[in-house]
């Protein structure tokens, strides 16, 4: 009887002892290093990347990881994924802090140059696309992305997406 509940006692501690490990974690951004070495040992197609509050956001054409490392160096992921016909513009997030867009092949051979996002404050902010399929844009705050407007190199808007 007396070895039983030894037994039960010493599992007991190894649990917690081993669950209080992974508690004690604290969680930051990785280095460029990291991420360049994560890439390449995943073999991954990148779109864009970015680092987004003690993380990094890595974009490719179906998917979307988010790259965290520990205090020991070790790297964690979170994976999530889609499905797309390829001929829509995807977008994934409010640009709380994040949003994500893949740009389908026939807005960029329509000519894409530059995208803008109208968010809900009424800031508007607007980059350059230069041929990239995807693009990742942080904005840490409360304002959420209400429109997405994507022109060409004439300036004339060739998508349009309220939300």
């Known amino acids: 009887m007396k070895l039983k509940q030894i037994t ?3 599992i007991l501690m190894i649990i917690m002892t081993g669950c209080s490990k992974e508690s004690n974690l604290i969680y930051t951004a990785p ?14 197609a990148t779109l864009d990347t970015i680092w ?7 974009l490719m054409k179906n998917s979307l990881i ?3 490392s520990d205090q020991h160096g070790k790297l964690h992921d979170h994976n999530l994924s889609w499905g797309s016909n390829n001929q829509d513009v995807i977008t994934i997030g409010d640009g709380v802090p994040y949003i994500a867009i893949i740009i389908p092949n026939d807005l ?3 000519g894409s140059k530059s995208i803008t996002l109208i968010y809900s404050d009424g ?3 607007s980059r350059g696309i230069n041929d990239n399929k995807g693009l990742l844009v942080s904005s840490i ?3 959420k992305v209400n ?3 994507i022109s060409n190199s004439l300036g004339e808007e060739i998508y349009n997406e309220s939300r």
């Open 8 to 10: 039960y006692l010493l």
């Open 123 to 125: 800031t508007v902010e």
């Open 141 to 143: 705050g409360y304002a």
């Open 147 to 149: 429109n997405i407007s």
């Open 66 to 68: 988010t790259l965290y």
């Open 52 to 58: 987004v509050e003690g993380s990094a956001i890595i």
């Open 108 to 110: 960029l051979d329509k």
């Open 31 to 44: 280095t460029n290093e990291q991420i360049v070495g994560y890439i390449s040992e995943n073999e991954l």
